[in-house]
Protein backbone atom coordinates (compact mmCIF):
# COMPACT_ATOMS: atom_id res chain seq x y z
CA UNK A 1 0.00 0.00 0.00
CA UNK A 2 1.43 3.53 -0.18
CA UNK A 3 0.50 7.41 0.64
CA UNK A 4 -0.12 10.28 -1.24
CA UNK A 5 0.18 13.82 -0.37
CA UNK A 6 -3.65 15.50 -1.40
CA UNK A 7 -3.93 19.45 -0.96
CA UNK A 8 -6.80 21.62 -0.98
CA UNK A 9 -5.43 24.76 -2.15
CA UNK A 10 -6.83 28.61 -1.11
CA UNK A 11 -9.78 28.74 -3.37
CA UNK A 12 -11.31 24.82 -2.15
CA UNK A 13 -11.58 26.48 1.37
CA UNK A 14 -12.35 29.84 0.76
CA UNK A 15 -15.46 28.43 -1.52
CA UNK A 16 -16.58 25.89 1.29
CA UNK A 17 -15.87 22.64 -1.16
CA UNK A 18 -13.70 20.94 2.28
CA UNK A 19 -16.10 18.61 2.78
CA UNK A 20 -17.24 17.53 -0.36
CA UNK A 21 -13.78 16.55 -1.19
CA UNK A 22 -12.22 14.86 1.90
CA UNK A 23 -16.17 13.00 1.37
CA UNK A 24 -14.86 11.76 -2.28
CA UNK A 25 -11.70 9.91 -0.83
CA UNK A 26 -13.50 8.53 2.14
CA UNK A 27 -15.85 6.94 0.25
CA UNK A 28 -13.57 5.47 -2.07
CA UNK A 29 -12.48 3.66 0.79
CA UNK A 30 -8.82 5.60 1.09
CA UNK A 31 -7.44 6.04 4.52
CA UNK A 32 -7.28 9.59 6.14
CA UNK A 33 -3.73 9.66 8.07
CA UNK A 34 -3.23 13.52 8.73
CA UNK A 35 -4.87 16.33 7.80
CA UNK A 36 -4.37 20.14 9.02
CA UNK A 37 -5.52 23.61 7.75
CA UNK A 38 -2.36 26.00 7.37
CA UNK A 39 -1.58 29.08 5.70
CA UNK A 40 1.84 28.25 3.54
CA UNK A 41 4.50 30.28 3.57
CA UNK A 42 5.80 32.14 0.34
CA UNK A 43 8.70 29.96 0.59
CA UNK A 44 6.67 26.68 1.71
CA UNK A 45 5.40 27.05 -1.63
CA UNK A 46 8.48 27.69 -3.73
CA UNK A 47 9.54 24.50 -2.07
CA UNK A 48 6.55 22.35 -2.95
CA UNK A 49 6.16 23.80 -6.63
CA UNK A 50 10.48 23.92 -6.86
CA UNK A 51 10.27 21.67 -9.83
CA UNK A 52 8.19 24.43 -11.53
CA UNK A 53 10.49 27.17 -11.01
CA UNK A 54 11.34 27.97 -14.41
CA UNK A 55 7.61 28.43 -15.82
CA UNK A 56 6.52 31.77 -16.76
CA UNK A 57 3.52 31.08 -14.31
CA UNK A 58 6.01 30.07 -11.04
CA UNK A 59 6.01 33.61 -9.15
CA UNK A 60 1.37 33.66 -9.47
CA UNK A 61 1.47 30.17 -8.69
CA UNK A 62 3.22 30.24 -5.21
CA UNK A 63 1.76 33.62 -4.58
CA UNK A 64 -1.54 32.28 -4.84
CA UNK A 65 -1.09 29.03 -2.67
CA UNK A 66 0.11 31.11 0.01
CA UNK A 67 -2.63 33.35 -0.12
CA UNK A 68 -4.61 31.91 2.50
CA UNK A 69 -5.17 28.63 4.14
CA UNK A 70 -5.08 25.32 2.54
CA UNK A 71 -5.85 21.94 3.51
CA UNK A 72 -2.97 19.38 4.04
CA UNK A 73 -3.92 15.78 4.09
CA UNK A 74 -2.26 12.23 3.36
CA UNK A 75 -4.20 9.59 2.29
CA UNK A 76 -3.29 5.89 2.29
CA UNK A 77 -4.25 3.14 0.21
CA UNK A 78 -3.88 0.74 -2.72
CA UNK A 79 -2.26 2.56 -6.03
CA UNK A 80 -3.56 6.14 -4.21
CA UNK A 81 -1.17 8.01 -6.20
CA UNK A 82 -2.45 7.20 -9.68
CA UNK A 83 -6.28 6.91 -8.42
CA UNK A 84 -6.14 10.27 -6.57
CA UNK A 85 -4.68 11.83 -9.91
CA UNK A 86 -7.37 10.14 -11.92
CA UNK A 87 -10.16 11.13 -9.09
CA UNK A 88 -8.69 15.08 -9.62
CA UNK A 89 -8.77 15.27 -13.19
CA UNK A 90 -6.33 17.41 -15.69
CA UNK A 91 -4.79 20.54 -14.90
CA UNK A 92 -6.83 22.81 -16.66
CA UNK A 93 -10.54 22.40 -15.23
CA UNK A 94 -11.69 22.23 -18.94
CA UNK A 95 -10.22 19.82 -19.91
CA UNK A 96 -11.10 17.21 -16.78
CA UNK A 97 -13.66 15.21 -17.67
CA UNK A 98 -16.59 15.15 -15.62
CA UNK A 99 -16.96 13.13 -12.68
CA UNK A 100 -13.64 14.42 -11.54
CA UNK A 101 -12.88 16.88 -8.82
CA UNK A 102 -11.73 19.67 -10.99
CA UNK A 103 -13.90 18.82 -13.91
CA UNK A 104 -17.25 18.93 -11.46
CA UNK A 105 -16.18 22.16 -9.38
CA UNK A 106 -13.33 24.56 -11.20
CA UNK A 107 -12.62 26.13 -14.65
CA UNK A 108 -10.20 28.20 -14.19
CA UNK A 109 -6.18 26.75 -14.73
CA UNK A 110 -4.75 28.67 -11.62
CA UNK A 111 -7.43 28.11 -9.58
CA UNK A 112 -8.05 24.58 -9.66
CA UNK A 113 -8.69 23.71 -5.87
CA UNK A 114 -6.71 20.67 -4.91
CA UNK A 115 -3.09 19.33 -5.52
CA UNK A 116 -1.75 15.54 -5.74
CA UNK A 117 1.15 13.77 -5.88
CA UNK A 118 2.45 12.54 -8.89
CA UNK A 119 4.63 9.92 -7.79
CA UNK A 120 6.31 7.58 -5.05
CA UNK A 121 8.91 10.24 -4.95
CA UNK A 122 6.89 13.10 -5.06
CA UNK A 123 4.49 11.88 -2.40
CA UNK A 124 7.46 10.85 0.09
CA UNK A 125 9.18 14.54 -0.76
CA UNK A 126 5.57 16.69 -0.26
CA UNK A 127 4.71 14.32 2.57
CA UNK A 128 8.15 15.41 4.50
CA UNK A 129 7.64 18.52 4.20
CA UNK A 130 4.30 19.35 5.12
CA UNK A 131 4.34 16.97 7.30
CA UNK A 132 6.65 16.01 10.83
CA UNK A 133 6.47 12.05 11.31
CA UNK A 134 4.91 12.46 14.62
CA UNK A 135 1.83 14.03 12.22
CA UNK A 136 1.08 11.03 10.41
CA UNK A 137 -1.01 8.29 11.59
P1 LIG B 1 -0.88 20.09 -8.96
O1 LIG B 1 0.60 19.87 -8.90
O2 LIG B 1 -1.31 21.38 -8.32
O3 LIG B 1 -1.62 18.89 -8.46
P2 LIG B 1 -0.91 19.33 -11.73
O4 LIG B 1 0.03 18.26 -11.30
O5 LIG B 1 -2.17 18.94 -12.42
O6 LIG B 1 -1.34 20.24 -10.50
P3 LIG B 1 1.38 20.88 -12.57
O7 LIG B 1 1.95 20.82 -13.92
O8 LIG B 1 2.09 20.19 -11.45
O9 LIG B 1 -0.16 20.36 -12.66
O10 LIG B 1 1.17 22.43 -12.25
C1 LIG B 1 0.98 22.85 -10.91
C2 LIG B 1 -0.09 23.93 -10.88
O11 LIG B 1 0.38 25.05 -11.65
C3 LIG B 1 -1.39 23.54 -11.55
O12 LIG B 1 -2.28 22.90 -10.65
C4 LIG B 1 -1.94 24.87 -12.01
O13 LIG B 1 -2.64 25.52 -10.95
C5 LIG B 1 -0.69 25.66 -12.32
N1 LIG B 1 -0.42 25.63 -13.76
C6 LIG B 1 0.03 24.59 -14.48
N2 LIG B 1 0.14 24.90 -15.78
C7 LIG B 1 -0.27 26.19 -15.88
C8 LIG B 1 -0.41 27.11 -16.95
N3 LIG B 1 -0.08 26.77 -18.19
N4 LIG B 1 -0.86 28.35 -16.68
C9 LIG B 1 -1.18 28.70 -15.43
N5 LIG B 1 -1.08 27.89 -14.36
C10 LIG B 1 -0.64 26.65 -14.58
MG1 LIG C 1 1.75 18.64 -10.13
Redesign the pocket.
Known amino acids: TERSYI?L?PDAVQRGLVGEIVQRFEKRGFKLVALKLVTPSLEMAQKH?Y??AE???FP??CK?LSSGPVVAMVFEGEDVIRQG?RM?G???PLAADPGTIRGDLAII????I???S?SKESAEAEIALWFKPEELN
Open positions: MKYDLRPFTLFRIATSTGKNIHGD
